[in-house]
């Protein structure tokens, strides 16, 4: 249980909500490249920590990130037209570009300098992995963008489905590294079988136990902690455990164990302090990750099928997430399709903050415990003037990964010689290579 003051603390990320500021110290996804992919485009709508934003692609193909209101009047810009390497407001003509600098004053007499005295609320961008990145901290102190865990090198593929959910991050995030709850919630999609360890299909995940009870281990880190869910595996089961393996990147990020095809990740960026973009994702080798369509027809998280134009799920609390009672009776467990929209569920009758004063956890939340504890932790040390964990010195070391395993009774979880899915040893030694308004 947490008290409401450390829930409170914990959880809400606008203004000057010291979570939030701490978040702002990490590059962070604004949207999907997919969104601004055309140049001179439509411009899109982004909310990140309570903060209204325009995201837009220029003439020369590079985006920018700004405050949706225009300095003049404060006009939404996400109506402007976007022309001529800037994007012009509607109601005076004023035009800024990528970086914020205003480059016309059309209302202003010709004589006037106003336009140099003034410049529009702009940040840094970079393109990577399929998404734009930007870095919302304090704008004189930009550290330079490190790829994410889950997208090492330019040449692993990535697909992404998003899906923009009404409640707060935080239990989004602890629902990504609950390992318990997948032996119950999931346990239509994810089938126990006589396999060597996870694999994937078309339609179903397998693991090799079906022990709903998992042992839990914490290794905690300097950007958040690596933990165990140790399970009786199928075959072996006096000698061996069957161990799965969950990376928690602070501030909002989980290395999922993955399958025997590709890795899986998620990230949950708060809009405010009742939405989140939840971001879900495939990566690994190009030959055997699954393409975005492929993906998200997988999870439930179609366009259009699955989730309006803006990513907002068709599924929700008022249509009972289209669960199906006679489904539920001919023995799915749910009666809701795709794994997510099953954790969404979940997540959203929560409420919009789920109240953490009133819950009561046993020796399965070991993980939910420990990212309370250190969130905590690290927010109360950031707003005492420390780094912000996961950051600089603090950052995760290259090649940490999430795995999945059969592994002797002996063997220590914590020091076994873990690797990607196909974890690209011959691109070793290749520079990153990603566009930035730099």
Partial sequence: MLTKEENNLLCRIEGDAPMGQLMRRHWTPVCLVEEVSEPDGAPVKATLFGEDLVVFRDTNGRVGVMDEYCPHRRVSLVFGRNEECGLRCLYHGWKMDVEGTIIEMVSEPAASNMASKMKHLAYRTIEWAGLVWAYMGPQDDIPPFTPPAWAPKAEV??????????????????????????????????????????????????????????????????????????????????????VRSTVFVAPATALIPPNNLYNVANINVPMDDTHTAFYFIAW????????????????????????????????????????????????????????????????????????????????????????????????????????????????????????????????????????????????DNLEPNYKTTA
């Fill in 157 to 242: 593929k990535v697909s992404i489905a998003k899906v923009l959910i009404p409640c707060n991050w935080a239990q989004i995030l602890e629902g990504a590294i609950d390992s318990a709850h997948s032996s119950s919630l999931h346990s239509s999609d994810f089938v126990p079988a006589r396999v060597g360890g996870a694999e994937a299909n078309e339609k179903n995940w397998l693991r090799p136990s079906t022990d709903k009870a998992p042992r839990m281990q914490i290794d905690r880190t300097s950007y958040g902690f690596r933990y165990a869910a140790l399970r009786r595996p199928l075959t072996n089961a006096a000698s061996h455990d069957y």
């Fill in 284 to 427: 690994g080798n190009p030959a055997t990750t699954p393409d975005t369509e492929t993906w998200r027809k997988f999870l439930g998280a179609r366009i259009g099928v699955d989730l309006d134009e803006k990513y907002v799920p068709l599924r929700n609390r008022e249509n009972h997430f289209w669960q199906d009672r006679q489904a539920m009776k001919a023995g799915n467990f749910t009666g809701i399709t795709g794994f997510p929209n099953q954790d969404i569920a979940m997540w959203v009758t929560m409420g919009p903050i789920a109240d953490r004063s009133d819950d009561r956890l046993g020796a399965s939340d070991l993980a939910i415990v420990e990212f309370r504890r250190i969130m905590l932790d690290a927010v109360r040390a950031f707003r005492e003037g420390k780094p912000a964990i996961g950051t600089a010195d603090l950052a995760i070391p290259s090649g940490t990964c999430a795995f999945q395993a059969i592994v002797p009774k002996t063997t220590d979880w914590r020091s076994f010689g873990a690797s990607y899915v196909w974890s690209a040893d011959e691109h």
